[in-house]
Each structure stands twice: as structure tokens, then as C-alpha cells.
């Protein structure tokens, strides 16, 4: 009887086993956790066809490089692949293969990592708040003082208003929908679909699932750095476009309201893409 060798995903033990056992579930015998078992073999290829993959086109790989997309997020159990010797040319989803197992783990890993982020969201909102606070308590001091000591104190104006001109000057003319999510400046408006890196108006399902994960993952990982204020604005903007556009009505009458918008609104209307822009039609 012929072996097979195996890796396990978790921890990279390796091992030989019986090639009966393959597409079998069993314990790794150093982590002990539950696997599917999956040959390690350098020369079985296979090509994937995902959205995810260089818009789509076709890309070979062996298996436990799709093993790591799938754990990535960049290859999803809707997306396909073709056996290259055994299959080709059939057509399978990925859910529906041999590497279901990863892509259920993935999903799990995926879930609560979304769950983490709405839960963070609360908590970003509400320390976003103080701070829009102190810069509108120093624009009514001003406006006080000279009222009440305008005779005594004189030579205090100068070193005061210095303090507070810093703070307009320094704001930065950065657009965080251009340099954190690549959206172009020029493409006026935008709308919820080009928030999620998708077509205006595409009503696939699982794209805009897929492209709403990917962004929410990616921002994610910019939580804490230094444009974290933006960071918590685009979450809650994409997580709220993700609500909308995978309800049919709410996205019916999206769609509605947007058509009217691009029909009514001219070439030229420039396009706030600063930090307080929000995504049109709100």
C-alpha cells in the first residue's frame, strides 16, 4: 500500500500516512487538533479562478498554497478551481472540494474578526466625540478675553492667539479615501459600491460580501496607527454600506437615489474627498 505524506496546517508537523486515510478527518499526533488530511504533493497543481486573484484571471498553485489564501481571505469557498491532471478543465467551487474544512475554519476566523471590529466601532465612536470637544472650547475663550480685559491686559492677546493658529494651519490636505482605500480622486462622488472596491450598482451577492470583508480586514489592521481617527470613520462607513447592500430593499432604494443623483448632478460638481466627506447618498 502506498504513503502519503502530510503536513499538518497548524503546526507543520510532518508524517507519513496511509494514501486510504486521505480526505479522512483525524487528530495531529503533535497538536492534537482535528485536520482534514490532504497529501503533500509539490507537483499536484491546480487553477483557481477568484475574483481575488489578479481580477480573475486564471492562476496555478499547488495545495498548500491555497491552503494559505484561503486562511488569507483572498481565495473564498465561492470561488473556483480545476484539477490539473485529474480534472481538467471541470470546474468546482472551493466549498465543495477537498479543502472545505479550511474554508469553514477561514469563515469562523473570518465572523469573529467582524465581530470585532462592530464591537470596536462603538467604542471608536464614542472617544471620537471628546475629542471634536477641546477644538471648540478654545474657539469661544478668545472671543471672551478681549471682552473682559481688553484694557489690562493688553500684551497677553498676542501670545495667546499664537496657540490656537498652529492648530487651524496644521490641518493636513489629506484624503483617507484615496490614500488608505486607493479610490481616485477624480471619479467624483462616492457612493457606497466604489467604497468596497466594486462597480456602482453590481448585484452579486458574494462580491460585495467578499469586497466588504477585505476592506474591513485590511482597515483593521491600520487601527493603530497613525491615522486611526480616519481608520474608525471608513470602518463604520463600509460596515454600514455592507448592511445596505446585501438588503435588497435598502439597496433598491440605494440604487434608486443613486441613479437620480448621477442623472441630476453635473460633470463638473467637484467632490469633497476630505476627512469630513461622507459617502453619497448618505
Known amino acids: 500500500m502506498s504513503n502519503i505524506n502530510f503536513t499538518c496546517p497548524h503546526c507543520s508537523h510532518t508524517t507519513q500516512l496511509a494514501s486510504s486515510t486521505e480526505g479522512m478527518k483525524g487528530n495531529c499526533p503533535s497538536c492534537k487538533t482535528e485536520v482534514s488530511i490532504i497529501p503533500d504533493n509539490p507537483q499536484s497543481k491546480w487553477l483557481v479562478m477568484s475574483i481575488g486573484l489578479n481580477n480573475g484571471t486564471l492562476t496555478e498553485f499547488n495545495v498548500q498554497q491555497i491552503i494559505a489564501l484561503i486562511r488569507d481571505g483572498i481565495i473564498v469557498g465561492d470561488d473556483q478551481l480545476s484539477h490539473i491532471t485529474d480534472s481538467p478543465g471541470q470546474w468546482i467551487a472551493i466549498k465543495d472540494s477537498r479543502f472545505h474544512p479550511y474554508v469553514d475554519e477561514a469563515k469562523e476566523q473570518n465572523d469573529k474578526l467582524l465581530d470585532d471590529i462592530f464591537d470596536s466601532l462603538t467604542t471608536n465612536e464614542g472617544q471620537s466625540q471628546p475629542e471634536q470637544q477641546p477644538e471648540k472650547q478654545p474657539e469661544q475663550q478668545p472671543e471672551q478675553q478681549p471682552e473682559q480685559q481688553p484694557e489690562q491686559q493688553p500684551e497677553q492677546q498676542p501670545e495667546q492667539q499664537p496657540e490656537q493658529q498652529p492648530e487651524q494651519q496644521s490641518t493636513p490636505d489629506f484624503n483617507p479615501y484615496h490614500v488608505l482605500l486607493g479610490i481616485p480622486e477624480s471619479g467624483g462622488p462616492i457612493s457606497k459600491y466604489r467604497l468596497l472596491g466594486i462597480s456602482d450598482f453590481e448585484n452579486n451577492t458574494d462580491v460585495i460580501s467578499g469586497a466588504s470583508d477585505r476592506q474591513l480586514i485590511y482597515l483593521r489592521t491600520l ?51 476630505f476627512f469630513n466627506s461622507r459617502c453619497y447618498p448618505p
Open 223 to 273: 487601527q493603530a496607527g497613525e491615522h486611526a481617527v480616519f481608520v474608525a470613520q471608513l470602518l463604520n462607513e463600509i460596515a454600514q454600506a455592507r448592511v445596505t447592500l446585501l438588503n435588497a430593499d435598502q439597496k433598491a432604494a440605494y440604487d434608486e437615489q443613486l441613479r437620480e443623483h448621477q442623472t441630476s448632478e453635473s460633470e463638473t460638481a467637484a467632490a469633497d474627498l
